[in-house]
């Protein structure tokens, strides 16, 4: 909601909407309220309509990835930051740089991200990875401006949707191991089930109370680690005296 100021007497913002997120939708018509008047379900973070998974979601795959806490935020508000700094729109450059990318112009992302190392970099690359599953098949010109937000629904393609997750968690647990950032907390086979629900969840609170959800999991599985003493590693001897047997 940056740059939108609400005017709460008369419970309406006093700049308009941008852009019109489903234009077969009547109330989408009316610029100066908020996620069609409903912010208990939905939410709005980019200030345009439509479910935050570059952030939330990011955050919490990071974690369970092996990145800290703070780091995994980082990650997920550098992510989300994109539809900020990076705006998509109509005829938007901007659109085929991050929003609506080729597998040509996601691997000049990376590129970036690996010769600088930064978060920020880390988070654009993911955010154009992401969209390129909820956005496959559109035009970077004119994007899904006919679907509205559906596309972007991830309830919508809970399917495609948990492949997104999946690849966002790769990404994020290789990157960890390589750059000795962590280690993999947690395997995905322990939060799939969960990271399921999120993305199939039509509310605000249902995603909110299954992002908790996971974040227990996470915690239970580090707490199980800690436990776990480390395995000796044999005496030099006894490797060559195991090796006669080969």
Not at 137 to 149: E, P, Q, S, T, V
Request: no cysteine; glycine share 6%; hydrophobic share 35%.
């Amino acid at each position: 909601m940056i740059n939108r100021f609400h005017f709460s007497f008369v419970k309406y913002f006093l700049k308009s909407e941008d852009l019109i997120p489903d234009i077969t939708n009547p109330q989408n018509w009316n610029a100066y309220t908020y996620v069609k008047g409903n912010p208990v379900n939905f939410n709005d973070p980019s200030g345009h309509y439509g479910e935050d998974v570059h952030l939330d979601l990011t955050e919490v795959l990071a974690e369970a990835a092996g990145f800290s806490e703070t780091d995994a935020r980082v990650i997920g508000v550098m992510d989300q930051g994109v539809d900020e700094k990076f705006p998509a729109g109509l005829w938007s450059d901007n659109n085929a740089l991050y929003h609506f990318t080729t597998e040509e112009r996601r691997d000049e992302l990376w590129n970036q991200f690996e010769e600088s190392g930064s978060l920020e970099d880390l988070g654009t690359y993911l955010h154009a990875e992401q969209d390129s599953f909820s956005h496959a098949g559109y035009n970077a010109g004119i994007g899904h401006l006919f679907d509205g937000k559906s596309p972007d629904n991830t309830a919508k393609a809970s399917d495609r949707a948990l492949i997104m997750a999946w690849k966002t968690f790769s990404v994020l647990s290789q990157t960890a191991k390589v750059k000795r950032i962590g280690v993999e907390k947690i395997a995905w086979e322990k939060i799939e089930k969960n990271v399921l629900r999120y993305v199939q969840a039509k509310s605000k609170k249902d995603k909110v109370k299954i992002l908790s959800e996971i974040k227990r999991i996470i915690k239970q599985e580090e707490q199980k680690r800690k436990k776990t003493p480390p395995q000796k590693i044999p005496h030099k001897s006894k490797i060559m005296e195991m090796e006669q047997y080969v």
